[in-house]
Every structure is written in structure tokens, then in C-alpha cells.
């Protein structure tokens, strides 16, 4: 299984940038998807989650700001990203629990990161 995340780049102060995340290969179902990010000096945090049934989690920093959603059907979780702010700067991974066929306990994967640089 391969996760591929697109979207970071460069945005100014209140802007808005918008990550995705598909994931690719011998996958079944998909338990959870998520976005961490990690900014230099800082531990890799959890931004937000989004769970099969409906249940979605953000960190209190970005409540209000961020939307996580999914399309089950292309195993994509998306990041909408609005009124940024420079401590938003930070490269941001997905994450998903991911069933593969065949198998009866999930196993965790990871995207590559994707840089997000907001300037004030």
C-alpha cells in the first residue's frame, strides 16, 4: 500500500491551501485516515482524523480553520486548510489503518510529507 500526498506549497497569512491523500494498492478497507504534522523543534502532532463511520477529531489549534474529509470510494482523505496562520507552517503526513485483502488486523501506513509554509 503507497500513500501519495499532494497540495503543500506556499500560502500567505489567512490564505488557503487544500492536501490530499489517496492510497493505492492491495487495500480492503480503510479503518481511520489522518494528518499529522511536524515543525522543527516541535513533536509530530496530530492535526485531524477521520474515521469510517463519520467520527472526525481535530486538534483545538485548528478547529474552525481546518476540514479533514474522505471519498471512500478513491481511499482519499483531503485537508482544506483555511485562515492560515505561520504556525501552521510545518510538513504534514497522512496516515491510514489500513485493511489489506485477506487480512484480519489492520496495519498502519504512512504518505510521504508534504511541506506547508505559511508566510506572515
Known amino acids: 500500500v503507497q500513500l501519495q500526498a499532494s497540495g503543500g506549497g506556499v500560502a500567505q497569512a489567512g490564505g488557503s491551501l487544500r492536501l490530499s491523500c489517496a492510497a493505492s494498492?492491495?487495500?480492503?478497507?480503510?479503518?481511520?485516515m489522518a494528518w499529522y504534522r511536524e515543525s522543527p523543534g516541535k513533536q509530530r502532532e496530530l492535526v485531524a482524523t477521520?474515521?469510517?463511520?463519520?467520527?472526525?477529531d481535530y486538534l483545538d489549534s485548528v478547529k474552525g480553520r481546518f476540514t479533514i474529509s474522505r471519498d471512500n470510494a478513491r481511499n482519499t482523505v483531503y485537508l482544506q486548510m483555511d485562515s492560515l496562520k505561520p504556525e501552521d507552517t510545518a510538513v504534514y503526513f497522512c496516515?491510514?489503518?489500513?485493511?489489506?485483502?485477506?487480512?484480519?488486523?489492520?496495519?498502519?501506513?504512512w504518505g510521504q510529507g508534504t511541506l506547508v509554509t505559511v508566510s506572515s
Open positions: 494498492g492491495d487495500v480492503s478497507s480503510i479503518n481511520a
Open positions: 496516515y491510514a489503518n489500513v485493511y489489506l485483502n485477506g487480512a484480519s488486523v489492520p496495519t498502519d501506513y
Open positions: 477521520a474515521r469510517t463511520g463519520g467520527s472526525i
